[in-house]
């Protein structure tokens, strides 16, 4: 699997584990100096310590998702649970990635992709030239939703429907090896991302179609 399949041992090895893998991502893609890196890396981890802490799942075992693929052979509630999802494309292997982290793992991920967005939101209302403030918002919305996955239940039908509902966080791990294969051929990329009416919708596409 990709850069985040890491397995982590007890709770004080999860900074350090974790600092490892963001700093220098945040240098590299965001383009920050080493010391940039660690202030960013320790505003979004303290972020997801306290997102963990407020979430249901901060006392789960680190190996739950295996014992969710167990208990999917025999519990009705769990089997129901994992059905949505591979109605999705879910994948054992994605079962494991995702519920086999430590919880704070998951919560850096989720945090990490909210901050993207939200810059990203910000940087679009900043350069609109929209008439009013609630069109710029409006705008910039479809924009963040055009180029980011929206994670979350894909029964949640409250701003976007069909293709276009949030994505189950289990596929995260196989859209990011998906985005990285896809920059060998930029331009067609960009295509498929101008035709399709957002993000999420691209991908359930090319889930259809066997290629993610």
């Known amino acids: 699997m990709g850069m985040f399949s ?3 041992g007890s709770s004080s090895d999860i900074e350090r584990e974790l600092e490892e893998i963001y700093i220098p991502m945040f240098q590299m893609t965001l383009g920050m100096t080493l010391e940039q890196a660690k202030k960013h890396f320790q505003e979004l981890f303290k972020a997801a310590k306290e997102e963990s802490l407020k979430g249901k799942t901060k006392n789960l075992p680190q190996n739950y998702g295996d014992i969710l693929l167990e208990e999917e052979k025999t519990n009705n509630e769990i089997k129901e649970f994992l059905a949505k999802k591979r109605k999705e494309g879910i994948k054992d292997n994605d079962i494991r990635w995702w519920w086999n982290m430590h919880d704070i793992e998951r919560a850096m991920l989720y945090v990490v992709d909210e901050n993207s967005k939200m810059a990203t939101y910000l940087d679009e209302i900043a350069k609109s030239d929209a008439e009013n403030l609630d069109k710029a918002m409006e705008d910039a919305t479809k924009r963040v939703r055009k180029f980011f996955t929206i994670y979350g239940d894909p029964d949640d039908t409250t701003h976007t429907k069909g293709d ?11 859209i990011n090896i998906f985005v990285e294969s896809k920059k060998n051929n930029i331009e067609e990329y960009k295509k498929e991302i101008e035709n399709s009416s957002t993000f999420n919708a691209l991908i359930r596409s090319e889930i259809r179609k066997g290629n993610l």
């Open 164 to 174: 276009d509902r949030p994505l189950p966080f289990e596929l995260k791990d196989r």
């Open 6 to 8: 890491k397995f982590f």
